[in-house]
């Protein structure tokens, strides 16, 4: 059964320092998500992505991060200067279409020290 | 704005019913869904409905969405000590973003 893959499982990083967390979306589909969940809080929308182009953003999403799609099968999220606050575990997720289900990864544990 | 609310935990006996309760503000909201999430894992969608239904079910769970109220509920039959997990409900946006509640964690005791 096709399921979306994370890489890494967990990153730990210094503050202040880029990190680039990877996911491999389900093949055949269009929307691709990233969400993030600080530890004991709720799961928290952060983008989407269609068409090579942001749908949406949240006001977490700020100037420190980025998005993109460099390959036919990547998804990535870019965080330029890590900070404390940054440390949650991030999951991506896709649809075929919009509106559809949405399958989520396993997620990657960042730490920030 | 956009808030969804859950009780924090819920604890059963094996082999009776559990009830996961949440409720959410917008009322615009096309589906609800409920995500389950084990330890170290990700979020796996159990099941969904759409907004003009009162009642789904599929094989042990059983969603009940009360529109007028804005609450949703998630009953499991027969809860099994492999359903204990952490269990969020979600509703979509207008866009497709996802709004999840708190996560209401059951523990499912022999």
């Known amino acids: 059964e096709p399921e979306v893959t994370q890489t890494p499982s967990h990153q730990v990083t210094q503050m202040g320092q880029e990190v680039i967390l990877r996911c491999v979306p389900i093949?055949?589909?269009?929307?691709f998500y990233w969400y993030r969940q600080i530890l004991g809080q709720k799961v928290e929308f952060l983008v989407s992505?269609?068409?090579?182009?942001?749908?949406?953003k949240s006001e977490i999403f700020d100037d420190q991060f980025s998005v993109e799609r460099p390959d036919g099968s990547n998804f990535t999220l870019k965080i330029r200067s890590t900070k404390l606050e940054d440390s949650a575990m991030y999951f991506c997720a896709s649809s075929r279409d919009s509106g559809d289900e949405q399958f989520f990864g396993p997620g990657t544990r960042l730490t920030v020290l | 704005g956009e808030d969804v609310e859950q009780s924090l935990f819920l604890s059963v006996r094996e082999g009776d019913s559990s009830v996961i309760n949440c409720t959410y503000t917008?009322?615009?909201?096309?589906?609800l869904y409920w995500y389950k999430q084990e330890p170290g894992a990700g979020l796996q969608l159990l099941t969904y409905i759409f907004s003009n239904m009162d009642m789904k079910q599929d094989q042990r769970l059983t969603v009940l969405l009360n529109k007028k109220d804005k609450h949703l509920s998630l009953r499991i039959a027969d809860t099994q000590t492999g359903d204990s997990a952490i269990y969020f409900c979600a509703e979509s946006a207008p866009t497709d973003k996802l709004i999840f509640g708190t996560g209401t964690r059951l523990q499912v005791f022999p």
């Open positions: 917008d009322s615009s909201s096309t589906y």
């Open positions: 992505f269609y068409n090579n182009e942001i749908s949406e």
């Open positions: 093949s055949n589909h269009l929307y």
